[in-house]
C-alpha cells in the first residue's frame, strides 16, 4: 500500500511539473494581437494578406467610445509568407492565428489555385484547421474583411453565426472547414465546393463607424452561391437551387423550404423539417452506375390556394409534386456537374472506390472521361407530418 501511494504521489508530482512547465513558455496576451479573420487576394502578381485584429481595449469596455471593437491590417509580398511577415511591421504586437474563425480568398486568387495557400494555413503551427474557409465573389477579400457589422462586435464572429444560420434555414450554404476541404479535394473527384460571400453597397462607408449607426446599413454581407473547385482551382458557380439540391444529396441540408404549385392554381410552402440521401455505386460491365436515394420529411408551412388539407389524397398529392419538384432540382444540378463543369463534387469516384472496389481499378483511369456520361438514377420519397391547426379550405373561403 505505501508503495502504491508513493507512485501515485509522484505521478502527481510530474503532471504538475509539467502543467507549471508549459507556463513557462506562454506568452503574454498583452504581447499578442489576436486574429478573428484573414483575407487572401492575388494583387499585381503578389499576394495581400488582410487580418482583421481584435481591439480587446474596446471589446471588453462596456462604455460606448469612437474606436473601432476591429482593426485591420494589410501588406503584400511575393510569397504569402513574405506578406504575413510584413505585417509586423504595421502592427506593434505579432498577429496569433489560433483563434482566426474564418480566412476568405478572392475570387482572382481562387481561380489561379488555392494549393499553396491551403497548404502554408495547414503546415503552420500557431494556426488551426477548425476555421471556416470562404470565397469572396465579385470583391475582394481586403474589402469583405474590412466591413463593420451590425449586431455582433465582431464581423468575423457576425460572419460565421451568420454561415450558420443560412445553413440551418435556407439549405443554399455550406460551411467548410480547412480539413474537410483538402480531403475534399485530395479525393477520387479532386473537387470541392465552397460557399461565397458578396459586399453590396459602399465599400467606403462600410469600413467605418457610419455602417453600423444607421437603421440602413450603406455596405452589406450577403451569402451566395457554392463555388465549384476541381484540383484546387475556381472553376464557377451554381446557383441558389442547385446550390440547395447539391446540399440534398451531399447530406448538408438541416431545414429548407419548398415552394410549390398547387394542383389548381397558386402556391404552397413547405418546410422541410429533415432529410436523408444514401448514394450508392457499381461498375457494371465496365459501366459505372451510381444510385442517389432522397427521402425528405416535411411540415406545411404556408397555404395561398384552395386545397383542403384534412384530405389524405391531397396530402399524396402534395407529397408527389414535392418529390417531383425536388428530384427534378436534383437532376439539373448534376447535370450541370456532369455536362457543364465535369467535376465530381458529390465524390462518386470516392463512392465506387469504397463500395466496388474491383470494378473502380477496372475504371480509373478513365474516370475523367467516363464521368460525364455516367449513369445515375434518382429517386425521391417525401413525406408531410405536419399540416398546422387550420383548415385552409376553410379559412380561403371566408376571405
Known sequence: MPNIKYSLS???????????GGCWS??????????????????????????????????????????SPVITYHATGKSLFEAIRKLTTLTP?????????????????AEEGMNNILDLFQRDPEGRSEF???????????EVISILTPLEDIPAKNILNAL?????????????????????????????????????????IGNTQTNVERI??????????????????????????????????????????????????????????NSKAKITGKVQHGHPKINIKLVVEQNVADV?????LTKPQNITALNKITSESI???????????????????LQFGEILYRQDYKGWNKIKDNWVSLFPNIDVKVQVTVKTQGIGTSLNKDLQKSS
Not at 484540383?231 to 451554381?238: A, E, M, Q, T
Not at 428530384?327 to 467535376?343: I, S, W
Open 164 to 204: 450558420k444560420s443560412s445553413e440551418k434555414a435556407l439549405g443554399s450554404t455550406d460551411s467548410v472547414i480547412l480539413d474537410d476541404l483538402i480531403n475534399s479535394l485530395s479525393g477520387k473527384g479532386n473537387s470541392a465546393v465552397l460557399s461565397t460571400i458578396e459586399l453590396h453597397g459602399d465599400s467606403a
Open 304 to 308: 395561398n390556394c384552395m386545397i383542403d
Open 216 to 273: 440602413q446599413n450603406p455596405a452589406i454581407l450577403k451569402f451566395g452561391d457554392l463555388a465549384l473547385f476541381k484540383d484546387y482551382k475556381l472553376i464557377g458557380f451554381l446557383t441558389m437551387g442547385e446550390s440547395k439540391s447539391y446540399n440534398y444529396m451531399n447530406n448538408h441540408i438541416k431545414s429548407t423550404f419548398e415552394i410549390l404549385a398547387c394542383p389548381e392554381k397558386g402556391k404552397l410552402t413547405t418546410e422541410v423539417t
Open 26 to 67: 506562454k506568452r503574454e496576451l498583452n504581447e499578442l494581437a489576436i486574429v478573428a479573420a484573414v483575407g487572401v487576394d492575388r494583387v499585381n502578381e503578389q499576394y495581400e494578406i488582410s487580418v482583421q485584429i481584435v481591439n480587446p481595449g474596446q471589446v471588453a469596455s462596456k462604455k460606448a467610445t469612437s474606436q
Open 132 to 142: 471556416n474557409i470562404l470565397i469572396a465573389r465579385d470583391t475582394t477579400a481586403k
Open 93 to 109: 504586437r505579432k498577429p496569433y492565428y489560433a483563434h482566426a474563425q474564418i480566412i476568405i480568398i478572392g475570387e482572382e486568387l
Open 327 to 345: 428530384k427534378n432540382g436534383l437532376e439539373q444540378t448534376l447535370d450541370t456537374l456532369q455536362k457543364t463543369y465535369k467535376v465530381d463534387a
Open 10 to 20: 509522484l505521478l502527481l508530482l510530474v503532471l504538475l511539473i509539467l502543467l507549471l
